[in-house]
């Protein structure tokens, strides 16, 4: 493995066996992480991605193909392997009966950190993740979002160069959401490797270096967010003003046969697939309609990721 991989996934396979059927949960992947950027694994309900993680995290044992993690073999080696992670899986891993200062404490403790390390780790990351007003309160009492973010915030309390956090903000408002994402974006400025798997599109393009879509177990894109976007797509994003949205106006943009079309009261989102379709959008606004402003930008990575999909289920 060259230097500069944190994690290298060569041919892997996860087959289990449910009343003597076999499901391939991972069929055939291979991808590589860079040390110290956020990867984001990408797909789904049902695509792969937890049961990829929990490979990568010694949880489960591969059926075939190769994943090392920092040099070391999740099978050969997995005792290194666990001492160079720290892991957020979807199963809630906090303890409820405890305090959020306790739990702090206790997860410190676990991994061998002194009394006035672990105080000083617990402020410090209490006021990243902003629970300083949630301390001491129990973990049963938290919402689902703030026992949530006290997961996430656990991690960073121990110095594992590389965190696999598993839909990281679940359940969380948009608020708790925005202060988890900048956290997590700070910590990979440190130089951890960051590993997050999320079905939330809008959260990965603000956060990951590189990615890589899964659909039913198998890889259908990788690598950095732009090329991802781009690749044999060329979605745009027309954004249209109307003075006032009519009837007419939607007709005739959806007999140009867009992407998809959001409305919301005189604006209006057309995502389309080439500039050919952009201008077509635009000069029939313009014939039917009072047109205030437009723009015409690249499209989301949740339109190329709904379209990535939606080719290979069509088998395009």
Do not use: W
Not at 21 to 41: C, N
């Amino acid at each position: 493995m060259t230097n500069t991989q944190a994690i290298e996934v060569q041919d892997l396979v996860k087959v289990f066996q449910r009343r003597g059927e076999e499901t391939r949960a991972v069929d055939g992947i291979s991808f590589s992480v860079k040390r110290g950027e956020i990867f984001g694994l990408l797909g789904p309900n049902g695509a792969g991605k937890s049961t990829t993680l929990k490979v990568l995290t010694t949880l489960i044992a591969p059926t075939s193909g190769k994943a090392s993690v920092l040099g070391h073999d999740v099978v050969a080696d997995p005792l290194q392997v666990r001492r160079n992670i720290c892991v957020v899986i979807q199963e809630n891993a906090l303890e409820l009966y405890l305090s959020v200062r306790n739990n702090f404490r206790t997860f410190g403790r676990f991994h061998g950190l002194g009394a006035k390390e672990i105080e000083h780790r617990s402020d410090n990351v209490s006021e990243q993740f902003g629970l300083r007003d949630h301390m001491d309160h129990k973990g049963i009492d938290l919402s689902g979002g703030l026992k949530r973010r006290v997961q996430v915030a656990k991690m960073f309390m121990v110095d594992k160069p590389i965190v696999f956090l598993d839909e990281a903000t679940t359940g969380m408002d948009t608020f708790n959401k925005r202060t988890t994402i900048e956290a997590i974006k700070a910590e990979s400025r440190k130089g951890r490797t960051i590993v997050l798997t999320t079905h939330m599109l809008d959260e990965a393009e603000i956060l990951c270096d590189s990615l890589a879509i899964m659909n039913h177990g198998k890889l259908i894109a990788q690598g950095s967010t732009e090329t991802v976007k781009s690749m044999g797509l060329r979605l745009l994003s027309v954004n249209i003003q109307f003075d006032k949205m009519t009837r007419q106006i939607l007709q005739s943009l959806y007999k140009t046969r867009p992407v998809k079309v959001d409305v919301n009261k005189t604006d209006v989102e057309v995502t389309v697939r080439d500039e050919k379709q952009a201008l077509q959008i635009l000069a029939s606004a313009k014939r039917n309609g009072s047109v205030k402003h437009f723009e015409v930008s690249s499209a989301t990575l949740e339109d190329v990721f709904v379209e990535l999909v939606d080719k290979k289920a069509s088998g395009s």
